[in-house]
């Protein structure tokens, strides 16, 4: 991997992280069209730190009044039932699910997953769903509906982003959808929900990758996850605006397109699906910079 890959990468990253299109999807698409091959699951969770971290820059205020009042909530300076203090419940309640699932399924996410194949049906697949959820759902609850059931299944939406494809803000929007919520406060909730599952596991990738410079390309790790940042703080507010008054129909058609186009160029052998891990560690590619982890 060049510079110019890792900033091209950084771009796909901030572009698509908040969009419900999957960017691990779109991360492992552009790295087999550049040559890459799959550029594996560190890189993308490192890259992830940067869009969360724009996450935390723009809900700057909402992220330190949620912890400042549950932090109090637990001493009694402010009511255990007070709107942000349960907010700081919920959000560790729905982290639960993708921590335990991911630990669980840990071989198959960086392996058999990251299929083509497997990312090209759930692209499909979870755009169907989210077209659904948002022509069936009553778009009537704000997040003070919010409730320890509706984390729990909002927390387990997130983990089924654990599958490139499925997209962690789409699996996360589409349950609130059809929950009920509103879209704006679907997207915001899904938001904020991803901070400590997408930094634990990029601190987690990159503590590995450290001890292991051999294998992840550091440098242009860092500069694509730069770049991301910048992108997805931009990318951010354009989403939140446009979908306070638009339908998410856009997104689904890109998704069923994308995915054809997936199954089309792979059908053909335009395209490796790959198998994960052990596939990109046996091909060892290295373009410039080092070798890459899948």
Same mark, same amino acid.
């Given at each position: 991997?060049?510079?110019?890959?890792?900033?091209?990468?950084?771009?796909? *990253?901030?572009?698509?992280?908040?969009?419900?299109?999957?960017?691990?999807?779109?991360l492992?698409?552009?790295?087999?069209?550049?040559?890459?091959?799959?550029?594996?699951?560190?890189f993308?969770a490192?890259?992830?730190?940067?869009?969360?971290?724009?996450?935390?820059?723009?809900?700057?205020?909402?992220?330190?009044?949620?912890?400042?009042?549950?932090?109090?909530?637990?001493?009694?300076?402010?009511?255990?039932?007070?709107?942000?203090?349960?907010?700081?419940?919920?959000?560790?309640?729905?982290?639960?699910?993708?921590?335990?699932?991911?630990?669980?399924?840990?071989? *198959?996410?960086e392996?058999?997953?990251?299929?083509?194949?497997?990312?090209?049906?759930?692209?499909?697949?979870?755009?169907?769903?989210?077209g659904?959820?948002?022509?069936?759902?009553?778009?009537?609850?704000?997040?003070?509906?919010?409730?320890?059931?509706?984390?729990?299944?909002?927390?387990f939406?997130?983990?089924?982003?654990?599958?490139?494809?499925?997209?962690?803000?789409?699996?996360?929007?589409?349950?609130?959808?059809?929950?009920?919520?509103?879209?704006e406060?679907?997207?915001?909730?899904?938001?904020?929900?991803?901070?400590?599952?997408?930094?634990g596991?990029g601190?987690?990738?990159l503590a590995k990758?450290?001890?292991?410079?051999?294998?992840?390309?550091?440098?242009?790790?860092?500069?694509?996850?730069?770049?991301?940042?910048?992108?997805?703080?931009?990318?951010?507010g354009v989403?939140?605006?446009?979908?306070?008054?638009?339908?998410?129909?856009?997104?689904?058609?890109?998704?069923?397109?994308?995915?054809?186009?997936?199954?089309?160029?792979?059908?053909?052998?335009?395209?490796?699906?790959?198998?994960g891990?052990?596939?990109?560690?046996?091909?060892?590619?290295?373009?410039?910079?080092?070798?890459?982890?899948?």
């Amino acid at each position: 991997m060049d510079f110019i890959q890792a900033i091209l990468l950084g771009l796909i *990253q901030g572009l698509t992280e908040f969009l419900p299109i999957s960017s691990s999807a779109h991360l492992r698409i552009a790295g087999e069209l550049m040559g890459l091959g799959d550029t594996g699951a560190a890189f993308t969770a490192i890259t992830q730190i940067g869009t969360e971290l724009a996450v935390i820059v723009f809900f700057w205020r909402d992220i330190v009044r949620i912890i400042g009042r549950w932090c109090r909530s637990l001493t009694g300076g402010v009511p255990r039932r007070d709107p942000d203090a349960l907010m700081g419940w919920w959000i560790i309640l729905g982290s639960i699910p993708i921590v335990l699932l991911g630990l669980l399924f840990q071989d *198959q996410i960086e392996g058999a997953f990251r299929s083509l194949w497997i990312v090209a049906a759930t692209l499909i697949g979870f755009g169907l769903l989210l077209g659904l959820a948002d022509r069936l759902g009553r778009h009537v609850h704000t997040l003070d509906r919010l409730d320890w059931r509706h984390g729990l299944i909002y927390g387990f939406a997130q983990a089924l982003a654990l599958i490139p494809g499925v997209s962690r803000s789409g699996g996360t929007i589409t349950a609130g959808l059809l929950m009920g919520y509103r879209r704006e406060a679907a997207a915001r909730y899904s938001f904020l929900l991803a901070i400590p599952a997408v930094l634990g596991s990029g601190l987690y990738q990159l503590a590995k990758a450290l001890r292991e410079p051999a294998i992840t390309p550091m440098a242009q790790t860092m500069v694509a996850t730069g770049i991301a940042f910048v992108v997805a703080l931009v990318v951010i507010g354009v989403f939140m605006r446009y979908i306070s008054n638009h339908s998410f129909l856009p997104f689904v058609v890109y998704r069923v397109l994308l995915g054809v186009v997936i199954i089309v160029l792979l059908a053909t052998g335009v395209l490796d699906p790959g198998t994960g891990t052990a596939s990109a560690a046996n091909q060892l590619i290295t373009t410039g910079g080092g070798p890459l982890e899948s």
